[in-house]
């Protein structure tokens, strides 16, 4: 039997019907992220660096070592460049073949550290800016070395500004924090962030990490709670990493759009790309998820450190 549940962030309906998902965990090899390619010819490894444009952004190496440990360059083809915006790739380490699940809570640090630091950048300058990471080749992925983009837009889009509007009534981060919080949608809880499988998941084991504290800006957060977000960032991707086998996906970082003076709450989708939305998906706007949240979460869960 299908479900129709509500999604009251994105004000939309979602369908799950488990049932098309018979066979929910036997997702198809294609869809999954293997490191590819040979370091050598990685334009993103070190001794590459000539291959890409100009750095615009750099975290050095310790005292004595060369090289570097996150570099941000233009994107060489990018969506948007000059007035319209900018396109940065954030190189998320030296290593071709790391994942934010296998590195070290320093070298996750330093990603976040990264964000906060090219997103205040760009304050002032654009209305808007979104933090997204493309893994493996159904997440859109062309180059398979961690990395993750920031583009800056000349305007705010669309969607964001639906969503925008939903903040005039109470945050609906926040009632979800105060209804899913816990179990059966509870993947984890630190201090101050919780993760969970929202019960309107669009995609199956669709997870969202959030900070319980009503904050409207990443790019206002302190060290200390970067700190606390590297930890459960890292423990909540080699988790999904184990409970899926290294899923292709797409890590949204949504923050209040620097030009408007409205509530928000900000957060990180992480939305792995086990099924492929077709005609009625795109046709209808309704998603269609075959695996129940409160099922991706628990198995999340088991597969915790
Ligand atoms: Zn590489
Ligand atoms: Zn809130």
Aim: aromatic letters at 10%.
């Amino acid at each position: 039997m299908s479900e129709f549940r509500r999604d009251y962030v994105k004000e939309r309906w979602v369908i799950l019907a488990p049932h098309r998902g018979e066979r929910p965990l036997q997702f198809s090899e294609d869809l999954k992220y293997r490191p590819r390619g040979n370091p050598t010819s990685c334009p993103f490894c070190p001794g590459n660096e000539g291959e890409t444009p100009p750095e615009v952004f750099s975290i050095p190496g310790e005292e004595g070592e060369t090289g570097w440990k996150v570099r941000v360059v233009p994107n060489k083809y990018p969506i948007v460049e000059g007035q319209d915006g900018v396109h940065w790739v954030i190189i998320e380490t030296p290593d071709h073949y790391a994942t934010v699940g296998t590195m070290s809570r320093e070298q996750v640090l330093l990603i976040l550290k990264t964000y906060r630091e090219r997103l205040l950048s760009l304050k002032g300058k654009f209305p808007f800016a979104l933090v997204f990471k493309n893994r493996g080749p159904e997440g859109g992925a062309s180059l398979s070395h961690p990395h993750s983009q920031l583009i800056a837009l000349r305007m705010v889009p669309d969607a964001v500004q639906r969503e925008l509007k939903v903040y005039e009534g109470r945050c609906p981060v926040c009632l979800l924090l105060e209804r899913e919080g816990k179990k059966p949608n509870l993947v984890l809880a630190s201090e101050n962030f919780t993760v969970l499988c929202p019960s309107f998941s669009a995609f199956p084991f669709e997870t969202w990490i959030l900070p319980r504290k009503h904050l409207l800006s990443f790019e206002e957060s302190s060290d200390e709670i970067l700190e606390e977000l590297a930890e459960v960032y890292r423990k909540t991707m080699a988790a999904l990493d184990r409970a899926v086998d290294f899923p292709s996906y797409n890590m949204i970082l949504r923050s209040k759009p620097f030009s408007v003076n409205s509530d928000y709450h900000w957060r990180m989708e992480i939305v792995p790309r086990l099924t492929k939305p077709a005609g009625f998906e795109w046709g209808a706007e309704v998603p269609v998820n075959i695996v129940a949240p409160e099922r991706a979460a628990e198995t999340m869960r088991r597969h915790l450190e």
